[in-house]
């Protein structure tokens, strides 16, 4: 007998990178629903998954995508789309939960957000809460999953807390800093989504997850810092604009504006638990502290442990923020890949790079350094990951990659408080020209 079909929605989104592998382990199949599912190529469990194109706002598509399936996660956000988003979201739904009646689909357990919907909560809280009453309207029964600031690198919230915390020594910040949250990590939240396929006692019903211990938004953002290091304080100040804020954070943050106009908004109320219903529903799911939620984003930050988002098959140059690093990434195409990876082999040996090499000799000089500049962290056939001995104000490791002809280099910089933010955008024209650079010599085999 065949495993349990799974549809999850929204699968270029953080949720579903990370329970798409977790229902892989267990043995469901897993069908996964985006809009785009040429961006997922990169992913280790897409040759694992049956992808289909589809969109909650094309209801012809979601009949097909449903055909088959016990049970559907609906993680679909829709706040990058900005202005109007929130009836987008709810038509939506609605679309979705008409689809599952006609295919007679059997459970939905849906991700929302967790604020009190008896009070005054901003249009992203109240969207999120709506959208799970509409599914609610129809006939399936959905299992619904409120949560507040998940903890996990690559998490929106938790990437503006990093950054944020990373970047100022006197972190400047609305009032609402002082708000009250129950931040849940997000291995706990994959662990209650897992936990709803096969806990009976859970189905249909509303539950708010979270650790036990309320916080400010405040204490999240030191905490994080102390872990890391630092010592940080705060300058609160009233009637901060919402679009000044998004703003601000699109610029130093890995969190779009539009998404981060919204996100603002959310922030500005208490995400607190009033109901500790999921704890008897599913005892099963044992809650990990928010400060262990941290340490565990913390051993992710490495280029090894991170999602490849860039490599979406949407150009060949992409310089993004991204689980903790500045990243650039290029792509040229070779003749001989196995030439171009044997040259790129010989990098930590040589004293002579193919491009620039006045430039290398130069910060060598500058440290009172020659020759080598990295060490091997990781080396295969057709992957080699330099991690940086030079002297900086962070992490920084240069990978090299070869798919078919592709070749693709990526640098990562994981910023250690403000020097390295300084650091990395100082020195940005000098990378550009440097990683510019060296692609295009190994791709035309050309030694400068």
Do not use: C
């Not at 997922?40 to 040759?47: I, N, Q």
């Not at 189905?203 to 400010?216: D, M």
């Not at 280099?409 to 000098?430: E, K, M, N, S, V």
């Amino acid at each position: 007998m065949p495993s349990p079909l799974v549809l999850v929605t929204g699968a270029t989104g953080y949720i579903a990178s990370h329970l798409i592998p977790r229902l892989l382990e267990r043995g469901y199949r897993v069908r996964a629903l985006a809009r785009q599912p040429e961006r997922l190529k990169a992913r280790t469990w897409y040759p694992q998954v049956e992808m289909v194109r589809g969109d909650v706002m094309e209801p012809a598509s979601l009949l097909s995508a449903l055909d088959g399936v016990q049970t559907a996660y609906y993680l679909i956000h829709n706040m990058s789309f900005g202005r109007g988003y929130t009836s987008i979201e709810i038509e939506g739904a609605r679309n979705f939960a008409s689809a599952a009646k006609k295919v007679g689909l059997e459970h939905i357990i849906y991700l929302g957000g967790l604020a009190d919907p008896e009070q005054h909560i901003a249009p992203h809280m109240r969207s999120r809460i709506e959208t799970g009453m509409t599914l609610r309207q129809g006939n399936v029964p959905v299992t619904e999953f409120r949560a507040g600031v998940i903890t996990g690198s690559g998490s929106i919230s938790f990437e503006m807390i990093r950054f944020m915390a990373e970047l100022f020594p006197i972190i400047p910040g609305p009032m609402w800093l002082k708000n009250k949250s129950q931040p849940i990590a997000v291995q706990n939240v994959i662990d209650y989504l897992l936990a709803a396929l096969t806990n009976p006692s859970g189905r249909g019903g509303v539950y708010e997850i979270g650790v036990p211990k309320v916080y400010t938004y405040q204490q999240l953002m030191k905490i994080y810092a102390e872990m890391r290091g630092h010592k940080r304080s705060f300058v609160l100040l009233p009637f901060i604009p919402v679009w000044f804020m998004a703003f601000g954070i699109d610029l130093m943050t890995p969190v779009p504006r539009r998404i981060a106009h919204a996100l603002v908004g959310g922030l500005s109320s208490d995400s607190v638990i009033l109901d500790a219903d999921a704890e008897k529903a599913f005892p099963e799911v044992k809650l990990m502290d928010y400060e262990s939620a941290v340490a565990e984003a913390m051993k992710r930050l490495h280029p090894m442990q991170i999602e490849r988002v860039w490599e979406d098959g949407l150009g060949t140059v992409k310089i993004l923020k991204h689980e903790g690093f500045f990243i650039h990434h290029r792509e040229a195409k070779v003749d001989s890949p196995e030439t171009t990876m044997n040259l790129v082999k010989q990098f930590d040996q040589n004293e002579y790079w193919i491009f620039a090499n006045w430039l290398w000799r130069l910060r060598g000089w500058l440290e009172g350094r020659r020759g080598r500049f990295y060490e091997v962290d990781f080396q295969s056939e057709k992957h080699v990951l330099f991690r940086s001995v030079l002297k900086a104000p962070g992490d920084g490791w240069m990978e090299w990659r070869v798919d078919g002809n592709m070749l693709k280099q990526t640098a990562y910089f994981a910023p250690r408080g403000l020097g390295g933010f300084l650091y990395w955008y100082l020195l940005a024209p000098f990378h550009a020209y440097l990683f510019r650079g060296l692609v295009r010599a190994l791709s035309k085999g050309v030694v400068k």
